[in-house]
């Protein structure tokens, strides 16, 4: 039977129905127009990314993307995410688009590679020599009355500020310092400049009023950084320089953050964490986030 769907590279113009594609898949994700557009139209630099549709007359009803992960120590190590309307699923849309992510990894030397799935998507990676790994926790915030909660005084020495008021110079010292034992699938090693600069300082969604930074002694040692599209937040990371932790900074920032989104119009917050991250996961529950969503990381030899 011929496909009544054709796979293309995604173009700018295809920005909004990618964000409503995602939306329909995953709508505790967070991302806008302007950054989709951005990224469909100069992808983040180094990781050979590549981003496809599938087309059908409905419009856009799939999309991947494939890319090596500049972030782990494994040069041979890639990513994949995939997603499908659900009700265009089982019409081999997933399998082609996966096909070409796949096929685009390996013509690029990547040999293992690892794609997220929404646990009822776990037997279709499976079919396709995806083998389950690790969790992710996907949280929402209900920002209703946020700014109402009892302020948290910042210790003593650290200031807070907005991420306004610093320059990327100090927050990407203070990335590469506080990131480099995230939990992952691979050891984790700083990211490339270059692609730091894209992804946080210069992303379009970025919103540097409610983003804050603690500082002590002029260097940043805690961050939360904020997603904004429309009246939703992601909080895109929030991280404490090792020699800083136990101190309650994350929990500081964090809160700092929300009650400036709260006060600026955004109604709900939304995050992810890593099942292992016992201690983010503690000032996320603490603040009142609840699990909305879980996906399963998958691994794969290609």
Same mark, same amino acid.
């Given at each position: 039977?011929?496909?009544?769907?054709?796979?293309?590279?995604?173009?700018? %113009?295809?920005?909004?129905?990618?964000?409503?594609?995602?939306?329909?898949? @995953?709508? /505790?994700?967070? &991302?806008?127009?302007?950054? !989709?557009?951005?990224?469909?139209?100069?992808?983040?630099?180094?990781?050979?990314?590549?981003?496809?549709?599938?087309?059908?007359?409905?419009?856009?009803?799939?999309?991947? *993307?494939?890319?090596r992960?500049?972030? *782990?120590a494994?040069?041979?190590?890639?990513?994949?995410?995939? =997603?499908? @309307?659900?009700? @265009?699923?089982?019409?081999?849309?997933?399998?082609?688009?996966?096909?070409?992510?796949?096929? =685009?990894?390996?013509?690029?030397?990547?040999?293992?590679? *690892?794609?997220?799935?929404?646990?009822?998507?776990?037997?279709f990676?499976?079919? =396709?020599?995806?083998?389950?790994? &690790?969790?992710?926790?996907?949280? $929402?915030?209900?920002?209703?009355?946020?700014?109402?909660?009892?302020f948290?005084?910042?210790?003593?020495?650290?200031?807070?500020?907005r991420? &306004?008021?610093?320059?990327?110079?100090?927050? /990407? $010292?203070?990335?590469?310092?506080?990131?480099?034992?995230?939990?992952?699938?691979?050891?984790?090693?700083? !990211?490339? /400049?270059?692609l730091?600069? /894209?992804?946080?300082?210069?992303?379009?969604?970025?919103?540097? %009023?409610?983003?804050?930074?603690?500082?002590?002694?002029?260097?940043?040692?805690?961050?939360?950084?904020?997603?904004?599209?429309?009246?939703r937040?992601?909080? %895109?990371? !929030?991280?404490?320089?090792?020699?800083?932790?136990?101190?309650?900074?994350?929990?500081?920032?964090?809160?700092?953050?929300?009650?400036?989104?709260?006060?600026?119009?955004?109604?709900?917050?939304?995050?992810?964490?890593?099942?292992?991250?016992?201690?983010?996961?503690a000032?996320?529950e603490?603040?009142?986030?609840?699990?909305?969503?879980?996906q399963?990381?998958?691994?794969a030899?290609?």
């Amino acid at each position: 039977m011929t496909a009544d769907f054709s796979i293309r590279p995604a173009r700018p %113009d295809d920005a909004a129905e990618a964000v409503a594609l995602r939306s329909a898949v @995953h709508p /505790y994700l967070v &991302r806008g127009e302007a950054a !989709t557009r951005r990224m469909f139209a100069e992808p983040p630099p180094g990781g050979d990314r590549i981003f496809r549709v599938a087309e059908s007359d409905a419009g856009i009803v799939g999309l991947t *993307s494939a890319f090596r992960d500049t972030r *782990s120590a494994d040069s041979g190590f890639g990513r994949v995410a995939l =997603h499908v @309307h659900p009700q @265009h699923r089982r019409r081999g849309i997933g399998a082609a688009l996966l096909a070409e992510a796949v096929g =685009h990894l390996r013509s690029v030397g990547v040999r293992r590679a *690892s794609s997220w799935a929404a646990p009822e998507s776990v037997g279709f990676a499976g079919a =396709h020599g995806f083998t389950p790994s &690790r969790e992710m926790r996907f949280s $929402a915030l209900d920002l209703t009355g946020f700014g109402d909660r009892p302020f948290v005084p910042a210790p003593p020495g650290i200031q807070v500020v907005r991420l &306004r008021e610093v320059t990327e110079e100090a927050l /990407y $010292a203070a990335d590469v310092a506080a990131a480099t034992d995230e939990p992952g699938e691979t050891a984790p090693q700083p !990211t490339p /400049y270059p692609l730091w600069r /894209y992804e946080i300082w210069d992303e379009p969604g970025l919103d540097r %009023d409610a983003s804050i930074a603690a500082v002590a002694d002029r260097e940043i040692v805690s961050f939360s950084l904020v997603l904004r599209d429309g009246d939703r937040i992601w909080s %895109d990371m !929030t991280a404490t320089v090792p020699a800083y932790r136990g101190r309650g900074l994350a929990r500081l920032v964090k809160t700092a953050a929300l009650r400036r989104a709260a006060a600026s119009g955004v109604r709900a917050a939304y995050t992810s964490n890593d099942e292992e991250n016992a201690p983010m996961l503690a000032v996320n529950e603490r603040l009142g986030y609840r699990p909305v969503a879980r996906q399963v990381s998958c691994l794969a030899e290609l």
